[in-house]
């Protein structure tokens, strides 16, 4: 996966996100992390796509943000599980790919299933989101992600509202993914999951990238703000 | 006790109350006294279904068109709406009937005949559900979270495709059981239609009272027909609540 992140800059109310730089290539899982507020949503919002940045560019495998089709390469998985809440399953991942990538019924059937099998979904694909738990409708929220075969899987503290079994049973699915050839980038604040899971990390601190590296270098960071926020997760 | 003997002994201490409010009346009770103004009370029944039918549909376009405009970025329009259901909250149904039935309707109609009148009262009831209707759309539509905005835009959804199969499927199901509570709101204020001569439940048994004397007979025959819509509406309401919920 390549990233290029050049002088971007995110304003809402106040400034958010203050002239990002970032080349990578070749890595696979990255990993931004920082405190809460420091603007690690909205830097993978902009990643993404769904949000455009206010000044600079991004671009990710060679595509800037900006074209058109470009959030067809995507997959998103939100901070709650954030599945249509009147579908099953199943049909949460069937209208996508039926009304907006255009496939037929079965092709479309064959798909979601698939992917719901890949999360050990399978005999839940007809309940709604209600009726499953917290682990489970994240799960389904990921199979929705894989569905619509993205070239990069982005996530946004996809386990913050889980207890720790859970968070585990959510977070072992990824890891399960790790050689499906796409792209991981994601937010969390699971410190084991980022060592075990990501081969570069950002770290982040009021909209600056202020360490960043192998996840190695969490062992021994080198600003203070890393060094503070490393000592409270642990 | 358990749940299902609470709600009998309950429903039977009610119709206990009125064995006893039927048998202290001074004159004896005698349903009999009814016969031959069936038809006159159907047709009231009737009426009052029709007349509420009608208030709901109305209640339901105005207040969807009043939502659009509080919804809308123009300040005016939100200005408007707000001082519209304030004057409403403000004003109770029956003196709502009665100005729209003989202060503003005659303002634009000259000499109302009987039947105008009546729709007037019925507009009247329209008008004043019309703020609680768009209240129940605001809330409805606010319900869907950003976040799914979000996710319908990642996916690509067509703006048709996100009404059709996304927003509208989810609107529908919030907003059933309070637009119920509101058809139940409307047919018991139809009753005030009666002040208008509009023959309604009320005014129907009204006139049954008048040729009978068989005041309480007639009286109850009236509290039950309310009740035997009411009742399962307001059951049907919860039942949907409980099996549409979202969350
Ligand atoms: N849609 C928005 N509108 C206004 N301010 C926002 C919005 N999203 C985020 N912010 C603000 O931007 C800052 C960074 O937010 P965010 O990117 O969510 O940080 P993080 O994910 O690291 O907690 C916060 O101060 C937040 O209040
Ligand atoms: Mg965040």
């Given at each position: 996966m ?8 995110h304003?809402?109310?106040?400034q958010?996100?203050?002239n ?5 290539d ?7 992390i ?9 830097l ?6 769904l949000?455009?940045p206010?000044?600079?560019e ?5 595509r800037?943000?900006k ?5 067809k390469t995507?997959g ?6 954030n599945?249509f809440?009147?579908l099953?399953l ?7 790919l039926?009304?907006?990538?255009g496939?037929?019924?079965e092709?479309?059937?064959a798909?979601?299933?698939?992917n ?6 399978e ?8 009726n499953?738990?917290?682990g489970?409708?994240?799960r389904a929220s990921?199979a929705?992600?894989?569905s619509?075969?993205p070239?990069?899987?982005f996530?946004?503290e ?8 859970l968070?585990?049973?959510?977070l072992?699915a990824v890891e ?9 980038i994601?937010?969390t604040?699971?410190i084991?999951?980022?060592?075990d ?7 982040m601190?009021?909209g ?8 190695t270098?969490?062992d021994?960071?080198?600003e203070?703000?890393t060094k503070?926020?490393m000592?409270?997760?642990? | 006790m358990?749940?299902?003997v609470?709600?009998?002994v309950?429903?039977g ?13 001074r ?7 009814l016969s ?6 159907f047709?009231?029944?009737?009426n009052t ?11 339901v376009?105005?207040g969807?068109i ?11 329009f ?7 259901t304030?004057i ?18 005659p303002?634009f109609?000259?000499r109302?005949s009987?039947?105008?009148v ?13 703020p ?10 606010s319900s869907?979270?950003?976040e ?6 990642l ?10 199969y ?5 609107v529908?199901r919030?907003l ?7 058809f139940s ?7 005030l ?24 007979e007639?009286?109850?025959l009236?509290?039950?027909l309310y009740?035997i819509?009411?009742i ?8 949907l609540?409980?099996?549409w919920?979202?969350?």
């Amino acid at each position: 996966m390549k990233i290029e992140v050049k002088a971007l800059s995110h304003t809402y109310d106040v400034q958010v996100l203050d002239n990002i730089n970032l080349v990578l290539d070749e890595y696979k899982a990255v990993a931004i992390i920082g405190v809460s507020g420091s603007g690690k949503s909205t830097l993978l919002r902009i990643l993404s796509g769904l949000e455009q940045p206010t000044r600079g560019e991004v671009f990710v495998n060679g595509r800037s943000v900006k074209e058109p089709g470009y959030k067809k390469t995507v997959g998103f998985v939100f901070q709650n599980h954030n599945l249509f809440p009147h579908l099953s399953l199943l049909e949460n991942i069937t209208l996508i790919l039926e009304k907006t990538r255009g496939m037929s019924k079965e092709e479309a059937h064959a798909i979601a299933m698939e992917n719901l099998r890949l999360m050990s979904l399978e005999d839940q694909v007809n309940k709604v989101p209600k009726n499953i738990s917290g682990g489970q409708a994240q799960r389904a929220s990921i199979a929705r992600a894989l569905s619509v075969n993205p070239e990069t899987i982005f996530l946004d503290e996809p386990t913050s509202s889980l207890d720790p079994i859970l968070t585990h049973e959510v977070l072992t699915a990824v890891e399960n993914l790790r050689n499906i050839g796409k792209g991981f980038i994601f937010v969390t604040h699971v410190i084991s999951f980022v060592r075990d899971f990501a081969d570069y990390v950002i770290f982040m601190h009021e909209g600056k990238i202020i360490e960043q590296g192998p996840p190695t270098f969490l062992d021994n960071p080198q600003e203070e703000a890393t060094k503070a926020f490393m000592q409270k997760v642990r | 006790m358990n749940k299902k003997v609470s709600y009998l002994v309950s429903v039977g201490i009610f119709i206990l109350f009125a064995g006893v409010v039927v048998i202290r009346q001074r004159t004896p009770f005698n349903l009999s006294l009814l016969s031959g103004y069936e038809t006159l009370v159907f047709e009231g029944f009737r009426n009052t279904i029709y007349a509420s039918f009608i208030a709901l549909f109305g209640s339901v376009v105005l207040g969807f068109i009043f939502y659009l405009l509080s919804a809308s970025k123009v300040r005016f329009f939100h200005a408007f709406t707000n001082v519209f259901t304030e004057i409403i909250y403000g004003t109770p149904l029956l003196v709502m009937i009665f100005a729209m039935a003989f202060v503003i309707g005659p303002a634009f109609i000259n000499r109302p005949s009987q039947q105008e009148v009546h729709i007037l009262g019925v507009v009247g009831i329209i008008i004043y559900i019309t703020p609680y209707m768009t209240n129940i759309f605001k809330s409805a539509f606010s319900s869907i979270s950003d976040e799914q905005y979000m996710a319908m835009d990642l996916f690509g959804f067509t703006p048709f495709q996100r009404y059709r199969y996304i927003i509208i499927p989810q609107v529908i199901r919030i907003l059933m059981p309070p637009l119920m509570n509101n058809f139940s709101l409307i047919i018991k204020g139809s009753a005030l239609l009666s002040v208008l001569s509009y023959r309604e439940l009320f005014y129907a048994i009204q006139i049954v009272q008048s040729r009978t004397f068989a005041f309480t007979e007639a009286f109850l025959l009236m509290w039950a027909l309310y009740l035997i819509i009411t009742i399962p509406l307001s059951q049907m309401t919860r039942w949907l609540e409980r099996r549409w919920a979202l969350e």
